[in-house]
Each structure stands twice: as structure tokens, then as C-alpha cells.
């Protein structure tokens, strides 16, 4: 019942559940564990193997998989090729990973993830002439394999036979136990032992051979095809089933299943090694069987290069004589590093992580490192220690304002030597280098604001340190108001602003001299002095003028030249006591209208229609409201002079 709805379920799920894009290899065997309880049928035990690269994550053509799919579904034929029964459907026993690490102190660092699968299920077949064909068939192979065309879209054939009634239909298969990941480098010879085991003692012969497709072309589906099995993938020239690698020497088996080669071409490469099975007491055929791996061919050969900081200066405000040992050298997985530090002490070592080395004293010391000492494949580095640390860097602003003289205080202390310069960086492009011996500097900035300030220390033992601290700048902007004519008898509120704390000088007719904006009351010309503060304590000054007229009226001239020497240029009247002008116009002596305005400040600048209007008499009006609401209207003339 399990196994029907997972059957359902992968029918629903086909991408997730029946494509096999991740599988790089695989084998299928069986063993025969005795006759069933009528002694009509043997029992055999099959097993699927199927391998993955347990480093892929994603892929162009195969997505991003992880796992193995489970279960997985294999066939049964009889050896005319007739399906005897359903599909059986095998599940996953156990995994095992499979990891190499290349241990080489003169190549490269590598390293081959790969995981088995187990699938086993259990049949039950009676023995007849010819025997069976139990087959597992899929896609596809893993993407862009050297040795295969379109690789991903290759489908891949496991099969094993069990020999007739008239051979010996209870044997055991051979089957490959030795599962392991190697790492294979280009241009180095290799031996992989491929050997078979066979529970019978049978006799086995090898031979590299062709990678079975499954019996379609670019099938994305499980196939079912019937036997014989020699449809082989479609090998990329000069590729083939017994050259499967580049080499020189070439690739090629031992009658003890052992495979050497020397690969001269890095890439990704699937080797099929077949055992022919023989019955070591009659000398008969038993059965052919067949294994695909993927072999890896890295390139692991690199220059071994020593490699370090080549000064190292130990400036740290810790006294502390230790100093951090970087090592970025490129080496092997398992190189040695030998380091003499100068002082009469030295270490040997296999790893590259940052370490601490202890100096019995200030100084310098000339320092060395070695890789694989000893080997031909070796490279060192010398360098310099300046040991010379207890350096603290800080300093201290008093002054918040603009405008007002900051003092900056160097505090910085050296434990083991001098400072001999200090450079202020006061965060507005302005600097300055002072005298060690001199630990102030002052500066007066010009506005208000958030400043980043840096103080730099060189000292006579090549150190340089720098400590950076915000600064923040406040200014008040004192505003009195704008100067202003007033009727005499006539009120206003005064329009201090800019800061926390007020004062109006003088106090004389001011209802309170203490805020920003008192209320005047006087009939006397008077220029105020406004001083302006904050919380911080920072000050600023302004002024403003009031001038009293006879009023409420509009003072008025009756000609001006506007001829562009910043004399009488622009006609315009002066109010006092006026609140709300209603409108200004000019007119010319035929009653055409050449200026109009509200605003008291502009005036009419003697143009008409972008040109300069005649020297002639004109006729203006004006009216507004005064303090007291009441309308006022002026009428009069006005003299153009150029």
C-alpha cells in the first residue's frame, strides 16, 4: 500500500520524483538466497547502486538536487526479451559518502564528494532455459561530461543476467564492493582498483567497455526496453567505450581489475568497466556485468608560493609584545611551514590560520618562512617585525560654538618610543601638522554643524595611527528684524529669532527685553541691539532700526531719474503707519496705464512695455489702510527725468 501512493505520488511529482539528472553512475546485481517453501521458485536479492556528486547543487539542464530518488523502478525479461511481470520497485537500504582529499604538499588543494546509494528489493523467479535480464534504466548522465555529447539529455542502462535452467540459475552475480572517491590529477598517473567480487569463486575477466544509453534518444523519462543491451552513448570523438580518457599512457585494465592512466586532459569523464563471469568448474558463460563511474580529472598542479606581509609593525595600544602571524601563501593540502622569527626561536607547522608569536623584546627582527622544507616543490619569504607597540591615540575639544576658537588637546602616549608629528584634520577640508611638542591646536569654524574630526600620529618607529571623533558645532543666527518706519504713536511687535535666550538693548520702550519679540511702544527714532543665545552657550548679535514719521501717511516724491547711477533710479513712496496697500498705479498724460503694483518696495523703474518710458509728467494714485483701519487714498504727479 506504501508503495502505491509513493507510486502516485511520483507520478504527480515527475521532476522531482523520476528524473535522475544528478545520478553520475550506477550498477545492478543480485544474490540468490535459496528457494522459496514449494522449491519452485529461487529467491534472489537485487541491489541497485547508484551514485551522485554530492558537491553539485545546480545545474543549467538539471536544476538544483540534493537527494536520491526513492524508490527507483527496475524490469525483468526473460532472455527473448519477453517482460515476465510488473515493474519492481526498489527503495533505498542505506547511503554511504565516499570522500577523498588530495594530501600533497606540492598540488593543489582538491577534494571529490561523492554518495552511494543501496536499493534492494527481493523477487521470486522460477528457473527456465535462457534465463532473466534484471535492468534499471534512466535519465540522464551528468551535465557536460568530456567524453559524452549532451551528456544531460543521455540517458544511462544497468542491467545484470542470471543464467538459465540449463546453467546454473543459482548463482550469485559479481558485483564491484570497492567504493571509494578518488582524486585524479591531469598529467599524473593514477591506479584505481576496479576489481569484482564473486561469492561463487567464479572466474572473472575484464574489459574497459561502452556506456550503455537506455534505448532512447534524449529521453526524459524512465525507459522500458527489452534486451539485448548495446545501444551506446554517443561518445565524443576521439572518445569511446575503451578510451574513455585521454592519457598518455593511455587508459586500460588489469586481468585483475586494476585501472592505470596517465590523463593529459582535465575534465569530467565516465569509464564503464565490464566483468565477463565464468563458471570456474565447467568453464561456461555465466553472464556479462557492467559498472559506470564518473572519474574527475582536476588540474592539481600550482606554483607553490610563499607569502606573507612582508613589514609587519606591532602598533597596537596593547603593550603586549605578541604579534598576529598571517600566512597566505599558496601550497598543498598537507605543506609544512617552517618560520624563523628572529629572535632565536622558530616553528614548524601545517597550518595557514592566523597565529600569535611572542617576541622577548621590543625591536626589529628580521623573520623567514619556508614551505615544504626539504622538498623539491619548496618557496620562502622573508620579512621585517617592528616590535614597538603601547601606542594610544586620542584627543579633546573644548569650545562648542561657531565662530569662538576650538581647542583641540593631543593625548596620545607612546609606551615604547616618540611621537614626532601630529596631523589635525578638522573635517572641512581644512588641516594642519604641528609640533609633537606642541599638544594643542586651535580652530574657529565658520558654521554650524556635525564635523569629523581626525588626529593622525606618525612616531620614530614607523608607526601611524589614526583616531576619528564626530564633532558637533552650534551656532545661534540672530535675526532683529528688518528696519522699519512707523506713525508715531503707532504699536509694533518686535521679530527677534535664532536662538534659546534673548536681550534688547536698549530696554526703552519695550514691554519686556528678555524675549524675542516684546511689544514697542514709543514715538523715538531707535536703533535696537538684539543679542541672541543657546543652551551651549554660544552668542550672536544683530541691530535694527526704527524711524518715526508723522502719520498715518505716504511720503511721496515728485520727480527721479532713472538713469542707472543708483540715484532717485526707481520711483516709489515711503508709508508710515500704513498696514494694507490696495494698489499703486502710474498713468501717462493720455491716461494709459504703464505701471501697476502692491508692493511699496519695488517701485516704478521709468520702463514701459520693456522700454524706457519719455521724460514727461505723470499722474499716480495710491491707496491703502492704516493702523487704525481707516482708508487712505493720494493722488499727485510725478516728474521723469533722465
Known amino acids: ?348 607547522t601545517t597550518s595557514q590560520k592566523l597565529f600569535y608569536h611572542a617576541f622577548p623584546d621590543t625591536g626589529i627582527f628580521k623573520i623567514k618562512m619556508v614551505i615544504n622544507p626539504g622538498l623539491s616543490c619548496t618557496d620562502s619569504a622573508v620579512g621585517v617585525v617592528h616590535n614597538f607597540p603601547g601606542l594610544k591615540v586620542d584627543f579633546t575639544a573644548d569650545g562648542l560654538c561657531k565662530g569662538t576658537p576650538i581647542q583641540f588637546t593631543d593625548l596620545s602616549t607612546y609606551q615604547y618610543g616618540n611621537i614626532i608629528s601630529q596631523k589635525w584634520d578638522f573635517g572641512n577640508s581644512d588641516s594642519m601638522t604641528s609640533n609633537p611638542d606642541n599638544r594643542t591646536a586651535a580652530y574657529t569654524y565658520s558654521s554650524g554643524n556635525t564635523y569629523t574630526v581626525k588626529l593622525t600620529i606618525k612616531t620614530d618607529h614607523i608607526c601611524e595611527k589614526t583616531v576619528t571623533k564626530d564633532l558637533k558645532i552650534y551656532e545661534v543666527k540672530p535675526f532683529a528684524g528688518n528696519d522699519t518706519i512707523l506713525a508715531k504713536g503707532q504699536t509694533m511687535v518686535m521679530q527677534g529669532s535664532g536662538g534659546d535666550y534673548y536681550a534688547w538693548e536698549p530696554a526703552e520702550g519695550l514691554s519686556n527685553p528678555s524675549i524675542a519679540q516684546p511689544i514697542l511702544t514709543s514715538s523715538k527714532d531707535m536703533t535696537y541691539k538684539l543679542k541672541v543665545s543657546n543652551q551651549q552657550g554660544c552668542v550672536g548679535y544683530d541691530t535694527v532700526h526704527v524711524k518715526y514719521y508723522t502719520g498715518p501717511d505716504m511720503y511721496i516724491p515728485t520727480a527721479f531719474s532713472p538713469n542707472g547711477d543708483g540715484q532717485n533710479d526707481r520711483f516709489r513712496f515711503v508709508p508710515v503707519g500704513i498696514t494694507t496697500y490696495k494698489f499703486f498705479r502710474i498713468y501717462n498724460r493720455w491716461g494709459v496705464e504703464v505701471y501697476s503694483s502692491t508692493d511699496f518696495h519695488a517701485g516704478w523703474d521709468g520702463t514701459f512695455k520693456g522700454e524706457p518710458a519719455p521724460v514727461d509728467t505723470y499722474i499716480w494714485i495710491l491707496e491703502g489702510v492704516d493702523f487704525n483701519g481707516r482708508d487712505i487714498t493720494k493722488k499727485g504727479t510725478v516728474t521723469l527725468i533722465r
Not at 555529447?149 to 552475480?173: A, L, R
Open 1 to 348: 500500500m506504501k508503495i502505491a501512493v509513493l507510486l502516485i505520488l511520483c507520478c504527480c511529482l515527475y521532476p522531482i520524483c523520476a528524473a535522475g539528472y544528478h545520478i553520475i553512475g550506477g550498477e545492478i546485481y543480485y544474490k540468490t538466497l535459496g528457494m522459496n517453501g514449494d522449491n519452485t521458485r529461487y529467491r534472489y536479492l537485487v541491489t541497485l547502486k547508484l551514485y551522485r556528486d554530492a558537491d553539485f547543487t545546480c545545474g543549467d539542464r538539471q536544476g538544483c538536487i540534493d537527494r536520491f530518488e526513492n524508490p527507483v523502478s527496475a524490469n525483468i525479461y526473460a532472455a527473448s526479451g519477453g517482460q515476465l511481470m510488473s515493474s519492481i520497485y526498489l527503495t533505498i537500504a542505506f547511503t554511504k559518502p565516499l570522500i577523498d582529499t588530495l594530501k600533497n604538499p606540492c598540488l593543489a588543494p582538491k577534494s571529490q564528494h561523492l554518495e552511494v546509494a543501496f536499493y534492494t528489493d527481493t523477487v521470486e523467479l522460477p528457473p527456465i532455459p535462457g534465463g532473466y535480464y534484471i535492468v534499471s534504466q534512466r535519465c540522464c548522465r551528468g551535465e557536460k561530461l568530456s567524453n559524452i555529447y549532451d551528456s544531460e539529455h543521455e540517458g544511462s542502462t544497468y542491467y545484470t543476467t542470471i543464467p538459465g535452467s540449463d546453467v546454473k540459475p543459482g548463482n550469485n552475480s559479481a558485483y564491484f564492493d570497492k567504493d571509494t572517491a578518488i582524486i585524479i590529477c591531469n598529467s599524473m598517473p593514477f591506479t584505481l582498483n576496479y576489481a569484482a567480487r564473486d561469492e561463487d569463486g567464479d572466474s572473472l575477466t575484464y574489459q574497459l567497455c561502452n556506456a550503455l544509453t537506455d534505448g532512447t534518444s534524449n529521453n526524459d523519462n524512465n525507459s522500458v526496453t527489452p534486451p539485448p543491451y548495446d545501444v551506446s552513448v554517443r561518445y565524443i570523438s576521439p572518445y569511446s567505450g575503451s578510451n574513455p580518457i585521454n592519457g598518455n599512457p593511455g587508459i586500460s585494465i588489469s586481468n585483475q581489475g586494476l585501472i592505470t592512466c596517465t590523463p593529459s586532459k582535465a575534465g569530467k569523464y565516465v569509464v564503464t568497466v565490464c566483468v565477463n563471469e565464468y563458471d570456474r568448474a565447467t568453464g561456461k558463460f555465466l553472464g556479462k556485468h557492467s559498472k559506470d563511474i564518473l572519474l574527475t580529472i582536476f588540474d592539481c598542479q600550482t606554483k607553490i608560493t610563499a607569502q606573507f606581509p612582508p613589514v609587519i609593525t606591532n602598533c597596537a595600544e596593547d603593550p603586549s609584545l605578541s604579534i598576529p602571524m598571517s600566512n597566505s601563501s599558496v601550497a598543498g593540502f598537507t605543506s609544512t611551514y617552517f618560520w624563523d622569527f628572529g629572535d632565536g626561536t622558530d616553528t614548524l
